[in-house]
């Protein structure tokens, strides 16, 4: 599977929209980007994935660059709660078997 | 519908010893995974179970089993503890195995953090 690459923390206004960027440039045309999070304390749990377009669902939306080597994670209106630990994993569609890096610690503040 | 569960929450055992955890998947639910995160290693595989059989494995040594039960609860054993062995073990059910290809959404339990001595 391609490695990830994404920033070590990020901090977000509450209210407003966060950003979360990862880098695959190593990625294959039959890799899909998934995104988890998790919460301190909590087990991962998924949010969103992605091949070649983008896609939006009720807790957030992924946008894949057209050349597929990096996409952005956007939580329109970030909440305390969506304080965590958000993993961008790219992953053979034939097996999902995640391995997760250290991820992006978003820091929602009030 | 009730979650993923996973007993005990926390454990501390001793070099040498052997350790059993427990997860209970998702009702209908009838893969569940094992994954061990570490702060250095991050979160790897380690096995799936699916139908009371073994079907994945990750890269781990053989002090790292497991079993699945008809009901579709797993349990995870390691024996001769070491110290390494210090970590969150995650599990998580989903309902086809994993290699089935397609999207296949996996749904984690708390975990066990579990602390060698």
């Known amino acids: 599977d391609a490695k990830t690459t994404q920033p070590t923390s990020m901090d977000c206004a509450e209210g407003r929209a966060a950003n979360l960027p990862c880098n695959h440039s190593?990625?294959?045309?039959?890799?899909?980007v998934y995104w988890y999070r998790q919460i301190h304390s909590q087990g991962p749990q998924y949010i969103i994935h992605?091949?070649?377009n983008n896609e939006t669902n009720e807790m957030a939306s992924l946008i894949i660059t057209e050349d597929r080597k990096s996409s952005t994670l956007i939580l329109p209106h970030a909440t305390l709660r969506d304080t965590a630990v958000y993993y961008c994993?790219?992953?053979?569609?034939?097996?999902?078997?995640?391995?997760f890096g250290g991820g992006t610690r978003l820091m929602v503040k009030p | 519908k009730a979650g993923v569960t996973q007993t005990p929450r926390y454990l501390i055992k001793t070099r040498g010893q052997q350790v059993t955890l427990s997860c209970s998947p998702i009702?209908?639910?009838?893969?569940v995974s094992w994954y061990q995160q570490t702060p250095g290693q991050g979160l790897q595989f380690l096995f799936e179970?699916?139908?009371?059989?073994?079907?994945n494995k990750g890269n781990f040594p053989g002090r790292f089993s497991g079993r699945q039960f008809s009901n579709s609860r797993s349990e995870m054993n390691v024996s001769t503890l070491e110290l390494g062995d210090s970590a969150l073990y995650l599990c998580?059910?989903?309902?086809?195995?994993?290699?089935?290809?397609?999207?296949?959404?996996?749904?984690f339990g708390p975990g066990t953090r579990l602390t060698v001595l």
């Open positions: 998580a059910s989903s309902l086809i195995l994993l290699t089935s290809g397609g999207h296949n959404e996996q749904f």
């Open positions: 190593t990625i294959s045309g039959n890799e899909y």
């Open positions: 992605g091949l070649k």
């Open positions: 994993i790219v992953t053979n569609n034939a097996g999902n078997m995640l391995t």
């Open positions: 009702s209908g639910h009838r893969s």
């Open positions: 179970y699916f139908s009371e059989t073994q079907r």
